[in-house]
């Protein structure tokens, strides 16, 4: 599903930097959540890091797409 929104928002560069937009707010949000997670010692220092890695991943490709 994702993989055929990506090719449909391609179509139109409006959509696509919506897309993207909208992706870069999660990633965000989801930031935000993990750090008060691991400051309430709900998650361990490591997790946090190989999460918020992955999420760093997930803004550069985002940000790399809004570009093109």
């Known amino acids: 599903m994702i993989t055929l929104e990506r090719e449909g928002a391609r179509?139109?560069?409006v959509?696509?930097?919506m897309a993207c937009t909208e992706k870069l707010a999660v990633v965000e949000s989801k930031r935000s959540?993990?750090?008060d997670m691991a400051a309430e010692g709900l998650i361990?220092?490591?997790e946090l890091?190989?999460?918020l890695?992955?999420?760093q991943k997930t803004?550069?490709?985002a940000e790399r797409e809004l570009e093109d």
Do not use: G, I, Q, W
């Open 15 to 17: 959509r696509e930097a």
């Open 59 to 61: 803004r550069e490709t």
């Open 33 to 35: 959540r993990y750090r």
């Open 11 to 13: 179509e139109d560069p």
């Open 44 to 46: 361990a220092f490591n």
């Open 53 to 55: 890695a992955n999420l």
């Open 49 to 51: 890091r190989a999460k």
